[in-house]
C-alpha cells in the first residue's frame, strides 16, 4: 500500500515536471522572440536593436537556456510568476483572484452534474430497454450535443432578457452587500452559468454511469445475489456499489472538461473567472497570465488524477487490501 | 465464463427457422435496443449536412465573406435569415459554415487517429518503455481541459487554418490511442499473432497482417467520436474569436452574434438559433452514430433488463410440504427470442428432485442444462422466456415459472449455486456480509450475523477468515461460501450449476463431497447440472440425460451408467475411460448439438446416431418404461416389447 501510494505521487510528479519543462519551452518555440513574448506589439515594434538587446540583458533572456531554466524554476518556487502585461501586476495575485469564481462555478456543475448523471444513468440501465431508457438516452445525447456556449446564450435569452429572473453579466452586482445578501447575490448569479456547464457536463457521466451499470447487471455476482433471494433495491445496490468506480474516475477526470467549458461559458456570462482570464489574456497578448494560467491548471489536472488514484482503494477493496496471503 | 451457456446464435447465423409467433412487433423492437433507430436517425442528420457542404453554392447566390446588403436587415426574400452588421448574407455563412467545420473536423480527427493509431500499436505491440511513456503522456492529455489547451496554442503559433487544424488534432490523439492499445493488447495474444512471432515474423509483419485489419472496426468508432468532439472544439474556438480570421463558421458567426448582443433584440431568432442548431445536428449525428456503432458492437448494452419483481410475502406452508418432491417441473419449454429467429433451448421437460436426494442432469454444451437450471432457480434473464409449463416447489403450486412466480421463493424455498462461482461473490463486500444478507430475509440482523458465522464455519472456511473480501480468497473457499449462501435460510431445492468448474481436481472433489454432505443433513433436494458425467454418476440417486432440449433418459444412477440404453448416453459414457476393469477403446460421438431453431421431424439425435434406422426419421421417439429394467428412455430402438 505504502509503495503503491509512492509510486503513485512519484509518478504525478513526473509528469507535474514534464509540464513545467513543456511550459518552460512553449513560449521559446512560439514563432518571435522573447520581446514579442513580453512586451505588446506596439512597444515591441518600436525598439531599436541596442534597446532590445539591452531588455533581453536585464531579464537575463539571452543567457544559456540551462540558466534560464533554472532562474524559471527558481521562479516557480518563489510563486513568482512573471508580472502581467496588461495589468502590470503579478500573475500570481490576478490567478488568485479569480480562480475562486472558476471553483464555484466549476465545483458547482460537477457536483450536479455528477448527481444528476449518475441517478439517470442507473435509472436508464436498470429498465434499459425501455421507453424510460430510451426516451433518458436520447433526451441526454440532444443536451450533451448543444454546443455550451449556444446553451448559455439561449439560457440568457430566455432566463436574463425574457423573463428577467438572473442578471446576465458578472459575479457581483457592484453594490456593497454584507452576509447573506452577499452569499444571495452570488448564488444569483451563479445560477446561470453553472446550469451551463452542468448540461454541458451530464452527457459523459450519464453515459459512462449507464454502461457502468449494464456491465455489472451482466455479472455473475448479480445474479447470485437475485437468486439468494434479495429484492431488486438490494440488488440494484449490489451492482452500483461497483459501478460507482467509474462514475467517480469520470467525474474527477471530467474536471479537465469542465474548466475547459468554463472558458467559454465565463465569455457568455462576463463572469470574472480564470477562464475569461485566459480568454483576454489571448485577446491582449498577455502572455506572462497565460503561461501562469497554463501552469495552475496542470497542477489541478494533476492533482485531481492523484487524488482519484488514491481515492480508489477506498472505493475497491481490492485496491485497498491487494491479496496478502492465499489459503 | 458466462452463466448462460446457451448462448444464442447471432441473427445473422440464425436463419429464422421457427418464426416467433407470440411475439409482436413493438417486443422485437425492444430486443433491438435504440442504437438502429439513432443509426438511421444520425446518418439522417449527418447526410444532410454532407450534402449542404458539398452543394453549398446551389443554396445561395452570395460569397459568406461579400456585402450583400444594408447591415442588420430583418430576413426578406432576398436574404432569407437576413444579414448580419456588415451587411454579409446570414444563410451564405450558414451554407459555406458547414463546409468549414466539416472540413475542419473530418480533417482533425483524421489526423488524430492517425496519430493515437501509431501510438497504440507501438505502445501496445512492442509494450516496454515506450508503452509506460506514451501511455503517461496520453493519461496526462486526456485529463487537460482540452479547450484550454486548444487556446494556449492557438494563440502561441498564430490563428489559421491550418493551425486551428493542428492544435485540434494535437489535443484529440489521446483518446484513439487509450481505446485502440488496449484492443492492440488483446490481439497480439491471439494464437495465431503468437505463432507469427513465435516463427520470428517482424513486428511490423504481424502488426500490418493481423492487427490492422482487426482493429479498424474500432478505429471507425474513434474516428466518429473525436470527429464529434473537434466540431464542438472548433465552434468554441470560433465562438472565442480565434479560429481563422478569414474564413467564416458557425462559431464564427456566433462570435459576432455575441459580440453584437444580437440576443438583446429579436436578431438572435435569425443570427444565433440557425448556426447553433446547425452544430446541434451534426454533433447529435455523429453521437448518434457513434452510439449506433458502439451497440452493434457491444450487443450486452442491446440486452433488455428483466423486469423488476417484487417480493411478496411468501405463501403459507402447504399441508404436505414435508412430503411432496422439492421440485417437481411438467412440459417445461425455454425459448430464447432474437429479432427474427427463436431457439427453443428446452423443449418440453418433466423432471423431479425429492427432497434429501440428488439429481444429476447431464449433456453437452448448448443441450439447455443451464437454462433449466435458471428457470428452476428465478432468475432466467431475457431474451430467455419460459413459453409453457408448470412448476411445483415443495409443494407450492406455481403455474408457469417465470421470473415473478418463482421470486418469491428465491433464497428461500429454491437457492443456486450458479456456474463459474467464483465471480458469485460482490468484490466489493465482505463474504460474512453477503452470507449474513442472505440469511437477513428469514431473521433479524443479530441472528443473520450469527447464522452467517456458523452456515461458513459448516462449510469449512475458518472464523478468522469471515472478514475477508472475495479476491482474498482461494477458488475453492469462496465455492464453499457460495454454498453456505445458498444454504443459508434451508431451502428445500438447492440447484447447482456445475458447482466446482475451474477448480483443480482435488478441491473439486472436496466440494462435490460437501455437497454430498449438506444434502443429508439439510434434507436439501440438489438438482446438480454437469457435463462431468463419470464424477455425477457417482454422486448422484437418479440421472437424467439431456440432448437438444429434450430428456431422452432418465433412471436411477447405478442402472443408467451400468447399463445405459439410449445411443446418446452411451456414446457419452463411452467418451470417458473407466478407472476399472478392463480397457476399451474411446469413442468421441462425431457431429455437434443440432442449433435448435427449428426441430426437425423425427428423432432428434439421428443425424449423429450410430444406429438410426428409417423410422427414426418419421416417429419422434417418448421417454417409454427403460428395457434396462429401471427408468425411461426416448428411443424407437430400445421399446420394451410389449
Known sequence: MKRHLLRTVGQYGAVLFAAIVLNFALPRLAPGDAIDYILPDEVAASLTPAQRTEILDRFGLDDPMPEQFRAYLAGIARGDLLVSVRFGRPVTALLFERVGWTLLLVGGSLALSTLIGAALGFRSAWRRGTSTDTGALGAVMFLDALPPFFVGTLLLLVFSVGLGWFPSYGALSGQEVEGLALVGQVLQRAVLPVATLTIAGLGPMYLVARSALVGELQEDYVLMAEAKGLTDREVRRHASRNALLPVSTVALVGLGTLVGGAAVVETVFSYPGLGRLIYESVLSRDYPVLQGAFLLLIVTVVLANLINDLAYPLLDPRVRRPRARRA | ?642
Open chain 2, 1 to 642: 465464463m458466462t452463466l448462460t451457456d446457451v448462448d444464442p446464435p447471432s441473427p445473422a447465423e440464425a436463419p429464422a427457422v421457427r418464426p416467433a409467433a407470440a411475439s409482436t412487433a413493438a417486443k422485437d423492437r425492444r430486443a433491438r435496443g435504440a442504437g438502429r433507430t439513432m443509426g438511421i436517425l444520425g446518418a439522417i442528420l449527418l447526410g444532410g449536412c454532407v450534402l449542404v457542404a458539398v452543394f453549398a453554392p446551389v443554396f445561395t447566390p452570395y460569397s459568406p465573406t461579400e456585402r450583400a446588403g444594408t447591415p442588420f436587415a430583418r430576413p426578406s426574400r432576398a436574404h432569407p435569415l437576413g444579414t448580419n452588421d456588415v451587411g454579409q448574407d446570414l444563410l451564405a455563412q450558414l451554407v459555406f459554415g458547414t463546409r468549414l467545420s466539416l472540413v475542419i473536423a473530418l480533417s482533425a480527427a483524421a489526423i488524430a487517429l492517425v496519430i493515437g493509431l501509431s501510438v497504440a500499436l507501438v505502445a501496445g505491440y512492442y509494450r516496454g518503455l515506450a508503452e509506460a511513456v506514451l501511455m503517461r503522456i496520453v493519461d496526462l492529455m486526456l485529463g487537460f481541459p482540452f479547450l484550454m489547451l486548444v487556446i494556449v496554442l492557438a494563440a502561441f503559433f498564430g490563428r489559421g487554418l491550418g493551425t486551428t487544424i493542428g492544435v485540434l488534432a494535437t489535443v484529440l490523439w489521446a483518446r484513439p490511442a487509450r481505446v485502440l492499445r488496449s484492443q492492440v493488447l488483446k490481439l497480439r495474444e491471439l494464437d495465431h499473432v503468437l505463432a507469427a512471432r513465435a516463427m520470428g515474423a517482424p513486428g511490423t509483419w504481424a502488426i500490418a497482417r493481423h492487427i490492422v485489419p482487426r482493429i479498424t472496426p474500432l478505429a471507425a468508432v474513434q474516428f466518429v467520436r473525436i470527429a464529434n468532439i473537434a466540431v464542438m472544439l472548433e465552434a468554441s474556438l470560433s465562438f472565442l474569436g480565434l479560429g481563422d480570421p478569414s474564413r467564416i463558421s458557425w462559431g464564427t458567426m456566433l462570435y459576432f452574434a455575441n459580440a453584437r448582443s444580437a440576443f438583446l433584440t429579436d436578431a438572435w431568432k435569425w443570427w444565433i438559433l440557425p448556426p447553433g442548431l446547425a452544430l446541434t445536428a451534426v454533433i447529435l449525428g455523429l453521437a448518434f452514430l457513434g452510439y449506433a456503432v458502439e451497440e452493434w458492437a457491444d450487443p450486452r448494452l442491446r440486452r433488455p433488463a428483466p423486469r423488476p419483481v417484487r417480493r411478496r410475502a411468501l405463501p403459507p406452508e402447504p399441508p404436505d410440504a414435508a412430503a411432496a418432491p422439492a421440485l417437481r417441473l411438467e412440459g417445461l419449454v425455454v425459448e430464447y427470442r432474437l429479432p427474427g429467429s427463436s431457439v427453443r433451448a428446452v423443449d418440453g421437460v418433466d423432471l423431479t428432485v425429492p427432497r434429501g436426494r440428488l439429481v444429476g442432469l447431464v449433456g453437452e454444451s448448448g443441450c439447455g442444462k443451464t437454462s433449466i437450471a435458471l428457470t428452476v432457480a428465478g432468475v432466467l434473464r431475457p431474451p430467455g422466456r419460459v413459453e409453457a409449463g408448470a412448476m411445483w416447489l415443495a409443494g407450492h403450486e406455481l403455474g408457469r415459472p417465470a421470473r415473478p412466480a418463482v421470486a418469491p421463493f428465491r433464497g428461500r424455498t429454491v437457492a443456486l449455486v450458479p456456474q463459474a462461482a467464483m465471480n458469485a461473490l460482490n468484490p466489493a463486500y465482505t463474504v460474512l456480509a453477503q452470507v449474513a444478507e442472505a440469511a437477513r430475509l428469514t431473521r433479524n440482523a443479530d441472528a443473520a450475523t450469527e447464522r452467517a458465522h456458523d452456515l461458513l464455519e459448516r462449510v469449512g472456511l475458518d472464523r478468522s477468515r469471515h472478514d475477508a473480501f472475495p479476491h482474498e480468497l482461494s477458488g475453492g473457499m469462496k465455492q464453499r461460501a457460495v454454498i453456505a449462501m445458498a444454504l443459508v435460510n434451508n431451502p428445500a431445492l438447492l440447484v447447482a450449476d456445475e458447482p466446482a468448474s475451474g477448480l483443480d481436481v482435488v478441491t473439486r472433489a472436496q466440494v462435490l463431497k460437501l455437497l454430498v454432505e449438506l444434502r443429508e443433513e439439510f434434507n436439501v433436494g440438489i438438482l446438480m447440472v454437469s457435463h462431468d458425467l463419470p464424477t455425477v454418476s457417482r454422486m448422484a440417486d437418479e440421472l437424467a440425460v439431456m440432448y437438444a432440449g429434450r430428456i431422452v433418459e432418465r433412471g436411477p444412477a447405478a442402472t443408467v451408467s451400468s447399463s445405459p440404453q439410449h445411443p446418446y448416453t452411451r456414446a457419452l459414457f463411452s467418451a470417458f475411460p473407466p478407472l476399472y476393469g478392463e480397457r476399451r477403446p474411446l469413442a468421441g460421438l462425431p457431429g455437434e448439438v443440432p442449433d435448435m431453431t427449428g426441430t426437425p421431424e423425427g428423432c432428434c439425435f439421428l443425424p449423429r446416431c450410430p444406429e438410426g434406422t428409417a423410422q427414426c426419421a418419421e416417429h419422434e421417439p417418448l421417454l417409454e418404461a427403460s428395457p434396462a429394467g429401471a427408468g425411461e428412455v426416448a428411443c424407437l430402438l430400445r421399446r420394451r416389447p410389449s
